[in-house]
């Protein structure tokens, strides 16, 4: 079984996230970076595909040279090999990452033979477009459903599961498929030390990304308006449980 | 010219979110001059025309196909995408649900035309009908992005919860007219294959209060206590990220930005340092007690009201506290 999984590059901010002083992107000044637990739960879905049924797993994104630090991680818990389709300034719009997405996945099928899987965040977690896996798919021919939180491949056929709201939906599409991936779906691993060493050998290649330019700007990003809050002060220790019951009283939850 | 709101339905139940999209639609069809309509997807959907022309529809497009009895993203968003290139609307208006956003991105990869996602405000630019400025939601909410598109046809998504659904004192009656489609049979294998019902009872998302828990509470075992006070208060137990990635309790817990986004009446936020991701997804509860031993973490300056202490010993105090009175 041969699986694709898109992961995409993000600062991991702590209680709030500053904008630099253009407004054009997130100021990244002391912050690490990360993907988007969807997707870390997605490379989890792809090692464990792989464990099952044999075959490989490789990692692919579309960002600055640094994103290689990404594909490292992902190898060090299992991915086989790695893609990184670099884009020299800013962020992409999705249009646009959804067609370098596509053209770099369609070489890689050209030299390789076709991906069984294709596996996608359900949205990536600074853009929350939910849009790039849906395109990519589309543009590749291949059934696609977002937001899974199950996935099992039987008999050539991916069997899909998903929240609803009266509970949980199943799909079956047959392969070559690509499936959104949501967190929840599976308890990622962490690095073990012989990963972490693997993952420093393992293939990754550098390609330039390219894609024509989509048809939606960014103007500028901002931080929403904050509830201006005073915090009331009910006590230290558990000295201050009557005061709480008061409050709990006093707000009407104590029936 | 018209605004085309998607609606989202399932085997014929309307999604509340679909009104929420329709009130987003009118201030759009105002601005720009252009009546709303919209688009049902199976016959099965066909008795929603009331609600809909309740809600400002002046038309219904009806679409109807053997493959559409039951929801599937890529026969929805072909759909979709024929109703645009038929109707050649100024914009299509869907709600920012997970089901949503699906067909508005299938629709939009198959008209190869930009869809802008989760906006909390449209304006048609100065441009003309064809191109919008919008602000959208980036990091769950935690971000506002002011953005501009333009294309023939605008697709956009609205983010949940931030229209409010409202009827009009005197609705038009609201045509209704079948939309012709063809789909090829490979669109069937996206469609829902089964379901498993869920069985009743409060949910994390609608739960009147929730007590949740951060790495602070320490392992699987200590969600004793917290378990204890919300049976006491009828409510749920929540938890952080960390918490879910230690193993400790099963994600369907996780409030946040990639989990559940709550809005009980009071949020208990104990052992959670409050990071944004976190926050984003409780924000909305009425009322925050946090209980953390570190009085500068966020969660305790952004919350209404504070303890600081150990959690592990104020918890069972205001569970004791609470029989106590009830006794
Ligand atoms: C893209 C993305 C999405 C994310 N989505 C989510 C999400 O949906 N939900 C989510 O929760 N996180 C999410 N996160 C993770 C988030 O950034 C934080 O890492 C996480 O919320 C931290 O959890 P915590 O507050 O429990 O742990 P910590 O940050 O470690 O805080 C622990 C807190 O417990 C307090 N404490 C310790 N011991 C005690 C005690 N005995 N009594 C009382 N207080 C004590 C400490 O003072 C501290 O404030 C996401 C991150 C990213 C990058
Ligand atoms: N720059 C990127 N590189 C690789 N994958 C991406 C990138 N942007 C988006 N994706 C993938 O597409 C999914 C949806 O992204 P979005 O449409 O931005 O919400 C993400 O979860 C990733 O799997």
Not at chain 1, 55 to 72: D, F, W, Y
Not at chain 2, 251 to 266: K, L, M
Request: glycine share 10%; aromatic share 4%.
């Amino acid at each position: 079984m041969r699986i694709c999984v898109c992961v995409k590059r993000v600062p991991a901010p702590g209680a709030r996230i500053n904008v630099t002083d253009d407004g054009l992107a997130v100021d990244t000044a002391h912050l690490g970076f990360t993907t988007s637990p969807h997707e870390e739960c997605a490379v989890e879905a792809a090692v464990r595909l792989v464990e099952a049924h044999g075959g490989s797993a490789t990692v692919l994104t579309l960002g600055p040279a640094e994103a290689e630090e990404q594909l490292r991680y992902a190898a060090s818990v299992g991915m086989t090999d790695g893609v990184l389709l670099s884009v020299p300034g800013g962020d992409w719009d999705p249009q646009r990452t959804a067609r370098a997405i596509t053209a770099a996945i369609r070489s890689i099928e050209a030299r390789d033979g076709a991906f069984d899987l294709v596996l996608f965040g359900n949205e990536s977690a600074d853009g929350c477009n939910y849009q790039v896996g849906i395109r990519v798919a589309h543009a590749l021919g291949r059934p696609m459903v977002n937001g899974a939180k199950g996935l099992e491949v039987r008999d050539g056929v991916a069997h899909v599961q998903r929240e609803a709201d009266g509970g949980r939906e199943t799909y079956e599409l047959p392969l070559p498929a690509a499936v959104g991936i949501r967190e929840g779906i599976n308890l990622p691993r962490y690095p073990t030390m012989k990963g972490r060493l693997a993952s420093k050998k393992a293939a990754v290649v550098v390609v330039a990304a390219e894609g024509d330019e989509g048809a939606q700007r960014l103007v500028r990003l901002r931080r929403p308006e904050e509830r201006s809050s005073t915090t009331v002060l009910l006590g230290q220790g558990p000295d201050a449980a009557p005061k709480v019951v008061d409050l709990l009283e006093e707000l009407g939850v104590l029936r | 010219m018209s605004v085309l709101v998607l609606v989202e339905h399932d085997r014929g139940t309307l999604a509340d979110a679909t009104l929420e999209a329709m009130a987003a639609a009118r201030g759009l069809a105002a601005a720009i001059g252009a009546p709303i309509e919209a688009l049902t997807i199976s016959a099965g959907a066909d008795a929603l025309r009331d609600v809909l022309a309740a809600h400002g529809a002046v038309r219904v497009h009806r679409a109807h196909h053997a493959m559409l009895d039951d929801y599937g993203p890529e026969a929805w968003g072909e759909v979709l995408a024929q109703a645009v290139r038929t109707l050649a609307p100024a914009a299509v208006v869907a709600c920012g649900t997970g089901r949503g956003n699906e067909v508005l991105a299938q629709a939009a990869a198959r008209l190869d035309l930009p869809m802008v996602a989760n906006c909390v405000s449209v304006e048609p630019s100065r441009n003309g009908v064809t191109a919008v400025a919008v602000t959208r939601t980036r990091w769950g909410g935690s971000l506002l992005e002011d953005a501009t598109a333009a294309a023939p046809t605008m697709l956009l998504s609205v983010a949940h919860h931030t229209y409010e659904a409202t009827a009009l004192a005197a609705p038009a009656a609201g045509e209704a007219t079948p939309l012709a489609v063809e789909l090829d049979a490979s669109l069937a294998r996206s469609v829902v294959r089964g379901r498993t019902e869920r069985t009743a009872g409060v949910t994390l998302a609608t739960a009147p209060v929730v007590v949740g828990g951060g790495r602070g509470v320490g392992s699987a075992d200590g969600f004793a206590p917290l378990q204890e006070l919300a049976e006491l208060l009828g409510g749920v137990v929540g938890c952080s990220r960390a918490v879910t990635n230690n193993g400790w309790r099963n994600h369907a817990d996780q409030v946040g930005q990639t989990g559940t986004r709550i809005a009980p009446d009071v949020y208990f936020a104990c052992g959670i340092s409050g990071a944004i991701q976190h926050w984003v997804g409780a924000m909305a509860s009425k009322h925050i007690i946090a209980i953390n031993t570190d009085p500068q973490a966020n969660m305790v300056t952004k919350a209404g009201y504070a303890v600081i202490g150990d959690l592990h010993a104020v918890v069972p105090a205001i569970s004791a506290e609470i029989r106590r009175r009830r006794a």
